[in-house]
């Protein structure tokens, strides 16, 4: 499979992939019968939406995510398209808000109604009007509020800026007209700052997505690419397609010098497209198969060898589209690093694949899961558009953390003095101590308390929130598999609250052991 050694050191080396079971599964699902190169199906922590076939237009589905089995015959779509759906997505930053494109050359930005759908929605909250030919392409910008970018079969692509109050948008803000043929992909870097695109003319070209001028273009003959992916901070890119010989490859590009790359990896004989997926917090890099069961991935590294082979996920059943849960909708409770969900067609099934990594500890694994891209934007849409880039907002995925940007802190109120105490250290001690030991103070009144016993109070609050929803407020279980995971989470809320009960165990003797100290020198004066 690989040149690249097999043995080295690495955290990611025995990730496996863990399908669902059949009845966390989504089936007797209507999965579009397109041959559009695309993946067909979006997904974030609360829905998961699928291309499906409609009479008279074009559909897709959207279905709670806890909503698993058999569905519906007669499950409530959206259909406002006059021609098939070719692409979705979903806001980065509104889970509520998805974006469709069609044959009928229009676009749609949709609201989906809170908590579910009861019947069609037919009536979109945007129209956007615009490309001649159909729109096979959608991209939400990955920082800036309400911009989102569309590539069409007129060969060019469409900067939109959805904060109006229109409802239809007969016009893009800008357009790129720099391609000969068809687009086959578009991928932003970290901030958004470059756009890097494939072409039919089996061209890779890096944009600059405001001005539309063309920063680098290959031209190297021996790599005919189809899809394209930025690798994160890298300053690098990777690309699948075919060689020479028709084979399925992977090559990896210096994104500042595409006269050639900078690694080619054939990977077998196969026609089907195969689809990059790279994860910028582990990177690790998936590359899945149309019409295959494989999903491969290796680990990215900036120095020589690149790519170093990790594993490979194969399923007898193959995959006509795929499916990507943002980082902040995984289960970190079970070392989840990525999630897929596999468009089975010839079962009528929507499969959930988590990759997990094998760990012994019950705990959070803080090496696995640093701050990632949250649900916030860093800009808006006019800011970007008069030329600021910023990073994306990031957030930790710890169980009841909060945003990492800095936020000013409230001033603090002076404590008002009564009787000055014979012993101001002392009662500070004591004070320490009674909260320690649970006891409500007697001396002190609620609206006096130090500011560190309202942050203690307040995080163990937080505290009481495993893996993101209240524990004393979880509706029970319903499946066997419910259960083994409200076990596996009792387990982790027992061994956490035994060592708190441990850590306030010891601050109570070493405060009471001060208390006795200064009590002791006091009588000594």
Not at 56 to 61: D, I, Q, S, T, V
Not at 133 to 149: D, K, Q, S
Not at 198 to 222: H, N, W
Not at 277 to 301: A, P, Q
Request: some cysteine.
């Amino acid at each position: 499979m690989s040149w690249h050694p097999q043995y080295r050191s690495s955290k990611f080396r025995h990730v496996f992939g863990k399908p669902a079971s059949k009845e966390n599964c989504y089936d007797a699902v209507p999965i579009t019968g397109s041959v559009h190169d695309n993946h067909f199906c979006a997904v974030n922590p609360l829905f998961l939406a699928v291309v499906t076939e409609c009479a008279g237009g074009g559909a897709f589905l959207v279905i709670p995510l806890h909503q698993t089995g058999k569905l519906d015959h007669h499950y409530p779509k959206v259909c406002g398209h006059r021609g098939n759906v070719l692409d979705i997505k979903w806001s980065p930053f509104n889970d509520f808000e998805i974006a469709s494109c069609s044959e009928d050359s229009t676009i749609k930005i949709w609201d989906i109604p809170k908590p579910v759908l009861t019947r069609n929605l037919t009536t979109c909250r945007k129209e956007l009007l615009g490309h001649a030919r159909r729109v096979g392409l959608l991209e939400w910008h990955p920082t800036a509020a309400n911009v989102l970018f569309s590539s069409g079969y007129d060969y060019k692509v469409m900067v939109w800026n959805l904060d109006t109050q229109e409802s239809v948008i007969r016009g893009p803000v800008r357009t790129i007209s720099c391609h000969q043929d068809m687009i086959l992909s578009m991928s932003f870097n970290t901030n958004g700052s470059l756009l890097a695109t494939t072409c039919k003319d089996r061209k890779i070209r890096v944009l600059d997505p405001r001005a539309g001028a063309v920063l680098q273009e290959a031209s190297y003959k021996g790599h005919r690419a189809s899809k394209v992916l930025f690798l994160g901070g890298l300053k690098k890119l990777v690309s699948t397609g075919t060689s020479q010989w028709n084979n399925r490859q992977v090559a990896l590009w210096d994104q500042d010098n595409l006269s050639e790359p900078l690694m080619e990896e054939d990977l077998d004989g196969s026609s089907g497209v195969l689809f990059p997926f790279y994860d910028v917090d582990t990177s690790v890099l998936y590359v899945v198969g149309k019409g295959d069961g494989n999903i491969r991935y290796y680990e990215v590294r900036p120095e020589q060898p690149y790519l170093n082979y990790l594993n490979e996920h194969r399923s007898t059943y193959p995959q006509k589209g795929i499916g990507v849960m943002p980082k902040r909708g995984l289960d970190v409770s079970s070392c989840e690093i990525f999630r897929f969900y596999r468009l089975v067609t010839t079962r009528g099934l929507i499969e959930p694949l988590s990759m997990i990594v094998p760990r012994r500890s019950e705990s959070y694994q803080e090496d696995i899961y640093p701050p990632t891209a949250g649900p916030q934007p860093s800009l808006t849409a006019q800011e970007w558009l008069s030329g600021v880039d910023r990073g994306p907002v990031l957030v930790s995925l710890r169980p009841g953390s909060e945003l990492l940007s800095p936020r000013p802190q409230p001033p603090e109120t002076p404590v008002p003095s009564s009787a000055a105490p014979p012993s101001p250290q002392l009662r500070d001690k004591m004070r320490k101590l009674d909260v320690v030991l649970g006891r409500r103070p007697v001396s002190l009144p609620e609206e006096a308390a130090p500011r560190w016993a309202t942050e203690h109070r307040l995080e163990e609050k937080k505290g009481w929130l495993a893996n993101g929803f209240d524990i004393f407020e979880c509706p029970p279980p319903k499946t066997e598999n419910e259960l083994r995971q409200m076990f596996y989470r009792q387990q982790e809320e027992i061994r956490r609250l035994r060592e708190l009960l441990l850590q306030r165990e010891v601050q109570g003797k070493q405060l009471e052991l001060e208390l006795r100290n200064l009590q002791m020198g006091s009588e000594g004066l």
